[in-house]
């Protein structure tokens, strides 16, 4: 059983000096006004700031929840993964958002502009927090360690500190790469502020994602030995799997052979399905949960912001939907609700029903988007437990649901897709054991299992298994069906009935602010 890091992320906030409310878990002390010598001065604030790094990603800001680090862009927006879901969910056939805020009708229509503060929002957030494991990683040298006089078991463990920073790292410049293609580069050794960040490809950043993906394996704590929240070599070798599952996209090179490789390294790692596929999505799921290989850790009282699974729960229920069953009682936004073709995803063969499809209402279609109650609401995230007890949360809106970035069952079905896709190493036979182990949970039975697969046949079972977790702008685009005109869902381009989107479409714009600050950026192709 993995220690807890939970507890020891809402001390992070310490660090961050986000409100008064103290833990002891670690000693940590504000660094706002302190040098990096003070910070870094013991094993401890080594610690601590590694405990930063991964608060960053739950936390809007040093101010709170009411504030933003990133300029320009209101605070309820800027949380990372409110932030990545818009950009991956809202230009989808998952969901659309009723609000009419400045920029989300646009997304809504997937056409979003070059200066739309969503995208330039996550844009800027991953910069960010590349920023910050980059003077982390500056300040964890074995140069700097025995300057500091840490040495021994205390340095060993900074070490597996820097992959862990270097892991998260990656997965940000993941995220610039699939979602911007080629954003600019920096690492611990370039010098700050002296010279502009150079410009890197989507084909060079892929190359450097999977050789540090590589280089830190051996640092990682073995899969499932590590503080729960904090990076394993299991979520190394899942952020491979779905690096190489993508690859052809990134570079032009399939390597759907390595994605059966690591996607086979997770799943022979002593993970395991949760028996109840609902309870992944419920406040106790940081506990008897063999499945989750990583998460971000929420804290609805200590480390409050309206973004993360306080927005997913939010965001996609009303007040007529009875709140206080979602444990949120004073919360219910009314925003996201899903368009015609996700539920479409759920038949229900042999009259037994698909349970991983949970939604609210009474309309499929989409006919005026700016009404909440056109379109299915998704009811799959809940700030309570799976015995009913509601979460933490302050004031009744705030979520301590964790959210998982990475689970066993998406390496299922990139095993399974890589070798319908002609993959080395693996078997349709397993792919399909793995496949019917998913059905096999979701209808509490044999009844929904299928006797063979296709390639086409993952994008559906992707749909269904991993549904509003951050997954389908990218699917859709391996399957080239994000834009053109094959596939369609209601105001797809901005037309009810859905129409075709010009293929440059496939990435998103780099912000024009930073194109002017930086002269070496080059904007995408379209834009």
Known sequence: MRNSFKTILASGILLLSLNSCKKDDLNLTPTNDVTASEVYATPAGYKSSLVKLYATYGLTSPGGSDASDIGGLNSGFADFLRLFWTSQELTTDEAICAWGDTGIPELDYSTPSVDNQFLRGLYSKSLLQITFVNEFLRESTSEKLASRNITGADATAVTRYRAEARFLRAYQYWVLMDAFGNPPFVTENDLIGKVAPKQITRAALFTYVESELKAIEPDLAEPRTNEYGRADKGADWALLARLYLNANVYTGTAKYTEAITYSSKVINAGYALKSNYMDLFKTDNNVNNQETILSINYDGVNGTNYGGTTFLINAGINGDMNPTSYGVPNGGWGGNRTRANLPALFPDPNGTLDKRGVFFGEKTSVDNIGVFTDGLRVTKFKNVSSTGV?????????????????????????????????????????????????????????????????????????????????????????????????????????????????????????PTADLIANPNLKQNTGY
């Open 390 to 510: 509601k979460g933490a949360s302050l004031n009744g809106t705030f979520s301590s649901l964790d959210f998982p970035l990475f689970r066993l069952a998406e390496q299922y079905l990139i095993y399974g897709e890589a070798v319908m896709r002609g993959g080395s190493g693996g078997t349709t036979a397993q792919a399909l054991t793995y496949v019917n182990a998913l059905r096999t949970r979701a209808y509490g039975n044999a009844s929904g299992n299928v006797a063979s697969i296709t390639t086409d046949f993952f994008l559906d079972e992707r749909g269904r298994e991993l549904y509003w977790e951050g997954h389908r702008r990218t699917d859709l685009i391996r399957y080239g069906k994000y834009t053109g005109g094959s596939y369609l869902w209601q105001f797809k381009g901005g037309v009810k009935a859905g129409t075709a989107l010009p293929a440059y479409r496939n990435l998103y714009p780099l």
